[in-house]
């Protein structure tokens, strides 16, 4: 699976967009982009996932390069209730993987009032 | 709909004792996992259940046994716990068996919480 790399921790005022992006330079062409996040002492929960078009649903927008070696994740309108530890993943969609996600260290954002 | 539940929520145990964590979802999900959390760090694989009746090992399944005991639930046994093993573990479930871009939403419980002494 390809590596990712994040910002070990960002800040966001309350009502503002919250930016996290996300490297994944050895991304292949057929793994996916998945962003969750986990607020603290809870289970993680998926946010938004997507391969080469930006997707957007209720959460957040994902955005990602044409190259596909970067993405960012877009909360338009941060509330306190955003501060989580958000996890970037590059996975495979299928076949043997499972859906084995592979959580590394995340990008603590925590957004103030 | 109650999603994925786990119980217990907290739990001490000794060294050597033994115990079973148990995790049910009612979303008719093919696949069900198992991952441990521990302090400053991601999740970690420790056996997953791609359908009824399949189940195989993950990053760290030393010391863990896994049971798919229906579609429904998928339990966690610890047969001699161990210091090492204490940690926040998570059930989560997914709902598909394989492929699709759907594969990797998984849903996830809200955690045990599990002490070795």
């Known amino acids: 699976d390809a590596k990712t790399t994040q910002p070990t921790s960002m800040d966001c005022a309350e009502g503002r967009a919250a930016n996290l992006p996300c490297n994944h330079s050895t991304i292949s062409g057929n793994e996916y982009v998945y962003w969750y996040r986990q607020i603290h002492s809870q289970g993680p929960q998926y946010i938004i996932h997507g391969l080469k078009n930006n997707e957007t649903n209720e959460m957040a927008s994902l955005i990602i390069t044409e190259d596909r070696k970067s993405s960012t994740l877009i909360l338009p309108h941060a509330t306190l209730r955003d501060t989580a530890v958000y996890y970037c993943i590059v996975r495979n969609a299928g076949g043997t993987s499972y859906g084995k996600l592979t959580f590394g260290q995340g990008t603590i954002l925590t957004v103030h009032p | 709909n109650a999603g994925v539940t786990q119980t217990p929520k907290f739990q001490v145990l000794k060294t050597g004792q033994s115990m079973t964590l148990q995790c049910a979802q009612d979303?008719?999900?093919?696949?069900m996992y198992w991952y441990r959390q521990d302090p400053g760090m991601g999740l970690r694989l420790i056996y997953y259940s791609a359908s009824e009746g399949t189940t195989d090992k993950g990053e760290v399944p030393n010391g863990y046994n896994v049971s798919r005991l229906n579609k429904r639930e998928f339990s966690l046994r610890l047969e001699s716990a161990a210091p090492s093993q204490t940690s926040v573990y998570f059930c989560?479930?997914?709902?598909?068996?394989?492929?699709?871009?759907?594969?990797?939403?998984?849903?996830f419980g809200p955690g045990t919480r599990l002490t070795v002494l």
């Open positions: 989560a479930s997914s709902p598909r068996g394989s492929g699709g871009s759907s594969y990797n939403e998984q849903f």
């Open positions: 979303m008719n999900h093919n696949s």
